[in-house]
Structures are given as structure tokens and as C-alpha cells.
């Protein structure tokens, strides 16, 4: 696998992500598609079935709306491997990231087709403790962004084939019917939701932030004097967006008033300064900047409290979101590798020794879980490897793979989706 230069990112973030289809994989269990094992069988112990029940802790897309990576579920352990592979459709392509609730996981997806000016979208939903296809919606024409999950409610994000305007959609949770649908300027990513709130950034000529409740009435729209690439981050009291030119907006999550502005990341002449979604914790922000850093900023004003650099030469590499827990920051990158730091004062703990995806981990209750060139790997919280498992990604001369495959933490399970529409649930045996 090749790396990403500046340029070549830039171009594919200004293009929306789209990927080329990979056929093969196993496909769903559902009504009207054909039906095949898992592979392998879905794992039997009782600890991960008791996992299931409603008493579980369930989790949204990034786990939280500071977009923290950070899942009280603990990390496979033992004798662990796939439990099951799953991909939805004929020919799907341009997935979303997997998020988990308390019974499925959920994808949405582009089913491939000659003229992507009619691509459509569907949203999936697979069993999380088997595996088989429950959920098949058609969202729309166009492309899938991003999708978000809070108690009952299913929140969706498509752009239309011209990248001009974007698709919210609410549907339930367990039918997969549409609540309400909401037509917006061009969207970054998936919302952030806090407090039954559901925060957008729009794009291009609009660049605005827009705030939903969760029954479709608008909030607030408040202007942004900037570009995003990326996802916003919020927490109860505000709304974060970075800004291509290093700067971070910050407005107040209730009114949508413009709280501050600063400069976080340090400049660069090339690219977007940010094109990794900055993190919200505990009063901090976490930034990722072009320049091979991470950046922690007061939340409340936006002063710097340390700047680390991550990677000692400037490859060009876009930084990808950290994963943060009570006390260290999680970065995954290219040449640097998996990168622990000290969030109290930005000293650099350890880095693993191999390098990997610059796609975000997710850490959980003891240790990471990254992906590392055609792996997925978890470490304990030193450098410690405890497990590594294989996860092809496809090399037909794009990046577009690379920068998708995503990693989320439930029921004591690690959740991969790939680029290609494919899902792998990774677990222990015992």
C-alpha cells in the first residue's frame, strides 16, 4: 500500500471519498437476496451472548458526540478471531463506517452501478451477535456520508450525485421506517448528537453549522467564516468545527452563538491544516493538524496547553481524529505508527513498532484497536501486541480503502467495516 501525499487526499476529501466496488464477500441473509454461512460460525460463549441483552451498553457512531473513539466495552482477549463477514447488496461500494446498537450493527452504503448519477444509497442493519441481515433501506440517489445512532433513532446523511445539497433522514431504529427527512446544503460528515441535538457543518459555498432536534425542527443556522472538511464535535455546553486554514469555531451548543476563534493547528502552504475531526473531552479539545500533531486546547476559549509533534519528518500526511480516554490520546499514523500520549502535558508515552492506516483507532476498556496495512490490531495500554487479524483491503490503485476502514468497540466485540460494504465481527472464543 502506497501513502497518501497532501494532494492526493485533498483531492479525494474535495471529492467526497467515493471508491471502486471489490465483488465477492458473503452475502446477506434477507428477504429477496441470497443467503450464505457466516464465516465462520458465530461464536457461542456465554459471556458474549449475555452481551445481548437489553441491559448492555450501547453506543453512536464515534461513541459519543465529542467524537472521543473511547467505548466502556472491553477489548477481544484470548483465543480471538472473525465471528462472522457480512457484506450487503449485489455490488456495494462507498460504505460507512459501522456504528453498533443494542441488537445490530448498521452500515449505509452505494449499491454500484454504470452511471453514478443513479447510484443509490441503502442503509443496512446485521444482528450483532450473528451476523444475519435485518435491515435493508433505499435511502436515496447519490452518496452515503455518514449515519449516526441516539436511543430509538437512526439519523442518516447522504449527498446528492452533484455534491450540491445533502440529505438529513431520521428513521427508527428497530423497522427502519423514515420519521422525517430534511434537505440541507452539502454536508462534511456524520452529525455529532448531544443532548437529543444533532450538529452538521456544510460545505463549499454555504459553510455553515446547523443544529436539528431529533424530531426535525431546526435550531439554529449559524455561518462559519471558514471551510471544514471534517465532521463536527460537541459536548452540553458547545459545537466544534475545524476550519481548512488551522482555525477552530466554536459555538454555543443551546443558541448556536459564536463563542471563539483560534488558530489551533500550525499552517501549512499546501493542504487543509485540519482534515481529521478534532475530539471533545472533559473540557479539552483534541486537534489534529496537518503538520504531523496533535494540538489540546482549552474548550472554553481555545488557548493551546501543548502542541505535540507525532511524527518527527513532515510527510505530507493528513493527521487522522485521536482516540481519547481518561489519560492518554491514541493516534494512528502512517510513518509514526500507533502513537500513546500523556493528555496531561503532550509527552509521547510509546509508539508501536509497526507502522499503519491513517485511519482513527478506537480504544476500550484495556487497550487499542487499529487498523495497520491489511490488519486490524490491538494492543494493551503499552505497546504490548495482543492480537492481529488479517483484513484484506483491496489494492486496485486507490486510497479511497485505505482511508475507510473503521473500527468501533460493543459487546466486547471489535466491529471492522471496509470501504467495500464489508463488516467483520472479531471476538473471542473463551
Known amino acids: 500500500m502506497v501513502s497518501l501525499t497532501r494532494r492526493q487526499l485533498l483531492r479525494q476529501t474535495v471529492a467526497g471519498g467515493s471508491v471502486l466496488a471489490l465483488a465477492g464477500c458473503t452475502a446477506p441473509s434477507v428477504s429477496n437476496l441470497s443467503g450464505r454461512e457466516s464465516v465462520p460460525k458465530p ?34 482477549h484470548g483465543d480471538v478471531g472473525v465471528a462472522w463477514l457480512r457484506r450487503p447488496g449485489n455490488d456495494p461500494y462507498g460504505a460507512t463506517g459501522p456504528i453498533v446498537g443494542p441488537e445490530r450493527v448498521y ?16 442503509l443496512a442493519g446485521f444482528d450483532a451477535e450473528s ?14 456520508v455518514g449515519i449516526s445512532l441516539v436511543g430509538e433513532t437512526l439519523l442518516t446523511v447522504t449527498r446528492g450525485p452533484d455534491y450540491k445539497q445533502a440529505t438529513l433522514t431520521a428513521l427508527a431504529r428497530d423497522d427502519g421506517s423514515t420519521l422525517w427527512t430534511e434537505t440541507i446544503p452539502d454536508v462534511t460528515d456524520s452529525p455529532a448528537v448531544v443532548d437529543r441535538t444533532c450538529y452538521l457543518a456544510t460545505r463549499d459555498e454555504d459553510n455553515a453549522v ?20 471534517t465532521a463536527t464535535c460537541a459536548d452540553s455546553d458547545g459545537v466544534y468545527v475545524g476550519l481548512t486554514d488551522g482555525r477552530i469555531a466554536a459555538l454555543d451548543a443551546t443558541t448556536g452563538e459564536r463563542r471563539w476563534s483560534e488558530q489551533i493547528a500550525t499552517p501549512d502552504e499546501c493542504c487543509p491544516d485540519i482534515q481529521g475531526t478534532p475530539t471533545v473531552a472533559d473540557g479539552r479539545l483534541y486537534v489534529p493538524g496537518i503538520a504531523e500533531e496533535l494540538v489540546a486546547a482549552d474548550a472554553t476559549d481555545g488557548t493551546v496547553l501543548w502542541r505535540t509533534t507525532v511524527v518527527d519528518e513532515d510527510y505530507g500526511n493528513a493527521i487522522p481524529s485521536p482516540a481519547v480516554t481518561a489519560e492518554t490520546a491514541y493516534m494512528n499514523t502512517y510513518h509514526g505508527g500507533l502513537v500513546a500520549i500523556d493528555i496531561s502535558d503532550g509527552s509521547i508515552r510509546w509508539r508501536s513498532a509497526e507502522n499503519g492506516f491513517n485511519q482513527p483507532p478506537a480504544a476500550g476498556d484495556g487497550g487499542v484497536v487499529v487498523p495497520q496495512n491489511d490488519s486490524v490490531v490491538a494492543y494493551e495500554a503499552n505497546d504490548s501486541q495482543t492480537w492481529d487479524i488479517e483484513i484484506t483491503v483491496p489494492d486496485i490503485g486507490m486510497a479511497g480503502y485505505i482511508m475507510n476502514t473503521d473500527v468501533a468497540l460493543a459487546h466486547g466485540m471489535c466491529y471492522v467495516g471496509i470501504a467495500d460494504g464489508r463488516i467483520y465481527a472479531i471476538g473471542n472464543r473463551e
Open 210 to 229: 446547523y443544529a436539528y432536534s431529533l424530531d426535525g425542527a431546526q435550531q439554529w443556522r449559524t455561518p462559519i467564516d471558514g471551510e471544514s472538511y
Open 131 to 144: 451476523g444475519e441481515q435485518q435491515l435493508d433501506v433505499n435511502l436515496e440517489t447519490g452518496r452515503a
Open 43 to 76: 461464536f457461542t460463549n456465554d459471556a458474549y451472548e449475555a452481551s445481548y441483552t437489553t441491559a448492555g451498553r450501547w453506543l453512536m457512531e464515534g461513541h459519543d458526540g465529542g467524537r472521543t473513539g473511547y467505548a466502556a466495552s472491553t477489548i477481544p
Open 107 to 122: 452500515i449505509a452504503y452505494v449499491e454500484s452501478s454504470d452511471n453514478s448519477e443513479s447510484s443509490e444509497v441503502y
